[in-house]
């Protein structure tokens, strides 16, 4: 049963706290912690000292299915758990996955090692960043789709982010299933994908309306926004600049701590950091219902 909560930031998000030293994480009840969820969106569990096996079997109180990530190093014992420091530099807002149809309900991640200085992980309530956005931008997202693209993609790396099976077939008949998912198959077996879907989504919980997506991301690495291949202005990015850098909360990590993230409403990121002992590591899954 949880015994002590207080406020994680400035916003709906809560502190589980362990009241006595050798507290097991796995002793929450799966409903209690659900409920807590839907209502925060964000909880952070401290001092129960998680590792990233047990981070992986407290989700599994939750989960029906993980999703893979290539971009990180993943850790050998424990299927889909993954290390995710790669680079020590700042990370832009983004849901994850946000970039394809294939994502994950719930993103949780655990610290081993904080870094002295830096490597906060970030959030941004999407529920809030929609509410605070001016009509004219809030158009702009209503009127046009985001736009992800990727050429040539190989069908093992294909695998490797949507797990479609291991024939060309097999891949097709999973992509089929997504919508506004388009893809074209190349003379030698690659895959070009296009994935077109609204910046503004509805939550899992509350069904609210959540500006979260990968756009923020797609225009720090210079990519096409919009289906119509238009970037930001620079109105909008003054604009997205402000609302982020004022709803920025953060995750000032300790040894130990678990994360638990609602991917369909809160964005995430990081503050860099020049300590190379940091250790995040994180797992990716669609939830029960
Ligand atoms: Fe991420």
Not at 233 to 256: H, M, N, P, R, Y
């Amino acid at each position: 049963m949880i015994e002590k909560i207080e406020p994680l930031g400035t916003g709906t998000g809560k502190i589980v706290y362990s009241t006595n030293d050798c507290e097991d994480i796995l002793h929450f009840s799966q409903a209690e912690i659900l409920d807590l969820f839907k209502s925060s969106g964000v909880i952070l569990f401290r001092g129960f000292s998680v590792t990233p096996i047990q981070m992986k079997a407290f989700s599994e109180k939750f989960s029906h299915s993980y999703l893979k990530d290539p971009t990180k190093g993943s850790l050998d014992s424990v299927d889909f758990v993954n290390s995710v420091d790669t680079g020590m530099g700042a990370s832009a807002a983004h849901t994850e996955h946000g970039s394809s149809p294939y994502q994950p309900d719930v993103i949780w991640f655990c610290c081993t090692t904080p870094a002295q200085e830096g490597g906060e992980t970030l959030f941004w309530d999407g529920i809030q960043l929609w509410k605070e956005m001016s009509k004219d931008t809030k158009q702009l997202f209503i009127d046009k789709k985001l736009k992800f693209t990727f050429e040539d993609v190989p069908l093992n790396v294909l695998n490797q982010w949507v797990d479609c099976g291991e024939t060309i077939d097999d891949c097709k008949q999973v992509l089929d299933q997504f919508e506004n998912f388009n893809y074209q198959i190349n003379e030698d077996s690659s895959f070009s994908l296009k994935y077109l879907c609204s910046a503004v989504v509805k939550t899992k919980y509350g069904n609210q309306d959540a500006f979260a997506n990968f756009a923020w991301t797609a225009h720090a690495r210079g990519w096409e926004i919009f289906e119509d291949g238009s970037k930001f202005s620079e109105e909008v990015v003054d604009e997205l600049e402000k609302l982020f850098d004022k709803s920025t909360q953060e995750i000032s990590w300790q040894a130990g701590d678990l994360a638990m993230i609602d991917n369909s409403r809160f964005m995430h990121g990081r503050r860099e950091f020049k300590d190379n002992r940091r250790q995040l590591f994180t797992t990716i899954a669609k939830i029960f219902d």
